[in-house]
């Protein structure tokens, strides 16, 4: 599990990334990686999210 610290972006991206409820202060916890590693499944909010690499990679978060 981890907590969201920062997003690393700016414009249409990190608008995405915020109405997809990766938003500062919430918990977060993957819970598997694709074989090849894209994508990653998130669980947030109460649901699970996939993400590509590059949008996780500009998701700072600390880990708990």
């Not at 915020?18 to 819970?31: A, N, R």
């Not at 990686?33 to 990679?57: C, F, N, Q, T």
């Amino acid at each position: 599990k981890a907590i969201i610290k920062k997003i690393v972006s700016s414009g249409s991206i990190k608008k995405r990334i915020l109405e997809m409820g990766l938003t500062v202060g919430t918990t977060v916890e993957v819970k598997g990686v694709a074989p090849m590693g894209d994508p990653i499944d998130v669980l947030v909010k109460g649901y699970h999210l996939s993400l590509r690499k590059k949008e996780a990679s500009l998701v700072l978060v600390e880990v708990v």
